[in-house]
């Protein structure tokens, strides 16, 4: 492999606009209240494109599951090369970088972390070499639950590890460790079985392509044709972004190993679907298209089915936007009041990396949503959300439209109360910080969260009813958050966490301060550090 720019020459950089560790990333505690998708990945094998840049465009569409860090690997057939760092899609690349990086298969990944903090070391695609010499790098959405279990399995097996405390990580080096006396598909297949959790793959070598998806398809995955070769990604829009038509879905269970001889699939666990439903509702682009299903259309039809559920009387319909646009439009639909636009976003607010004063950060919500006062004085609002975790968001959103001069407002929530965390990929609130959480009784639970935010009115629509919109059965999908029913079995609360590995990193330096898992990787010079 050719060594672009060895990691010991050239210490990483702390960017003014990057976010460092331990800092809120959000510009105040009222902006704290959405739930964080965790990762969003991409591949591609296509001799004779741009490789890079297809993957840079994908990672584009793919910019709202993960804001946190991007990197893509490109293989040319001798040597893999990676990029990556902290910061969007748009900040991490330029021309330059991108033009530098040629090869004919590559994968992308665009993060926020659930496991491991937000360091260099943890953005992804990670990398490692096996016994071989040959490169690996692999991207990873969704969460493993026995992370632990895999972590102290590669301290058995003596594999060395690089400052990344992901379990991301772990599942890179078991995989390149077990393609030390096989191929690296045959690894794949051995390892894949023993992952527990929610998991899309992409994964690659110097020539393949491959692509995972865990056998309860808790996220999407999803297989595109080129003219001259194949995409995966997370979501349809990114292969719509690329000019990929849509194959399918790839299958939970399933393996995929794409290069110049097709597309291979094979099965390393029976299927038993469990898809998030929470993609239907927030975590997805809207012109995606997850289980044959228009996300747009399901979000249309939950709002349709909550003015059934929650009818209100009012003058306006308004959304919440982005994310609460269409079920408003359905709610209007179906209930006759007029649809209009109340709120205004700025479109260039996101992860906000510079800390705010003390003064900005008493504007809150203002920094992402203004009122238009001509649109709302004096009416009956029926303002429709997505969803509520905290609260927060909602409470200093319902002040400022009252302020605006508001006659009511009525809130609508397009989904069903978020009352436990999820251990699949998503970062919610604590528990004890979910406003639903901890209450006796329905009824109990819906009046307080109301007077809580401060609404006239205040309705969720039903799980049923949320899960009857997706067209999908109730027993092919998660709302482990919405009703507490974990498809996949959980361990011990010490087992999990966003800083487990770091908590076992800690506790293993104190033992052995030479342990495999706190040594440096000599593989990682092939990772290209801005």
């Not at 591949?43 to 494109?49: I, K």
């Not at 293989?75 to 990086?101: H, I």
């Not at 493993?144 to 991301?168: F, H, Q, Y």
Request: charged share 20%; net charge negative.
């Amino acid at each position: 492999m050719t060594e672009m720019s060895p990691a010991g020459h050239h210490p990483v950089p702390t960017p003014p606009c990057h976010t460092s560790p331990g800092h809120s990333p959000e510009p105040a505690e009222e902006m704290e209240n959405e739930p964080r998708e965790e990762c969003g990945v991409f591949g591609v094998w296509a001799p004779g494109e741009d490789v890079a840049k297809l993957s840079y465009y994908g990672l584009y569409a793919l910019q709202h599951r993960g804001q946190e860090a991007a990197g893509i690997a490109v293989g040319d057939g001798s040597q893999v090369l990676v990029f990556k760092d902290l910061g969007l899609v748009s900040q991490v690349f330029d021309e330059q970088t991108l033009g530098s990086m040629s090869g004919h298969v590559a994968i992308g990944h665009c993060r926020y972390s659930t496991t491991g903090s937000t360091t260099w070391e943890n953005s992804q695609p990670i990398f490692r070499t096996t016994a071989a010499g040959t490169g690996v790098a692999l991207g990873h959405n969704g969460n493993l639950v026995n992370t632990a279990d895999l972590a102290s399995r590669a301290r058995e097996l003596g594999i060395k590890s690089t400052a990344a405390t992901s379990d991301s990580d772990i599942v890179g080096a078991l995989l390149a460790h077990g393609a030390a006396d096989s191929s690296l598909e045959q690894a794949a297949m051995a390892l894949l079985p023993t992952l527990r959790g929610a998991f899309c793959l992409t994964f690659m070598d110097e020539h393949t392509l491959y692509a995972a998806r865990d056998p309860h398809g808790v996220r999407p995955l999803s297989l595109g044709r080129l003219d001259r070769g194949w995409v995966v990604a997370s979501e349809t829009a990114a292969l719509d972004i690329v000019g990929a038509s849509f194959v399918r879905d790839i299958e939970p269970g399933e393996l995929l190993a794409i290069d110049a001889d097709g597309v291979r699939s094979t099965r390393f666990a029976p299927a038993t679907p469990r898809g998030c439903v929470f993609e239907y509702v927030y975590l997805a682009r809207p012109d995606s298209v997850i289980h044959g299903r228009s996300v747009h259309s399901t979000r249309v039809e939950i709002g349709r089915r909550l003015a059934k559920e929650h009818p209100a009387i009012g003058d306006l319909v308004i959304p919440v936007p982005e994310s609460g646009t269409p079920a408003a439009v359905g709610f209007a639909q179906e209930s006759g009041i007029p649809y209009g636009q109340g709120l205004m976003k700025n479109a260039y607010v996101g992860r906000t990396f510079i800390q705010p004063s003390q003064t900005i950060r008493q504007l809150g919500i203002r920094l992402k949503l203004n009122p238009l006062r001509e649109v709302i004085r004096g009416k009956r609002l029926v303002v429709v959300d997505d969803s509520i975790v905290r609260g927060n968001t909602q409470r200093a959103l319902i002040r400022m439209l009252r302020e605006a001069g508001a006659a009511e407002i009525h809130v609508r929530i397009a989904s069903s109360p978020v009352r436990w965390p999820c251990f699949y990929g998503i970062d919610f609130a604590s528990p004890a910080e979910l406003i639903a959480n901890g209450m006796d009784s329905e009824e109990h639970m819906v009046e307080g969260v109301r007077q809580a935010i401060g609404a006239d009115s205040l309705g969720y629509i039903s799980i049923e009813e949320m899960i009857g919109a997706t067209d999908q059965p109730a027993s092919n999908l998660c709302a482990a958050c919405f009703d507490g029913n974990y498809p996949i079995e959980l361990p011990k609360e010490t087992s999990m966490g966003k800083a487990v590995l770091e908590h076992m990193l800690a506790n293993a330096a104190g033992e052995d301060r030479g342990n495999p898992l706190s040594a440096k990787n000599d593989n990682v010079s092939a990772v290209m550090r801005p």
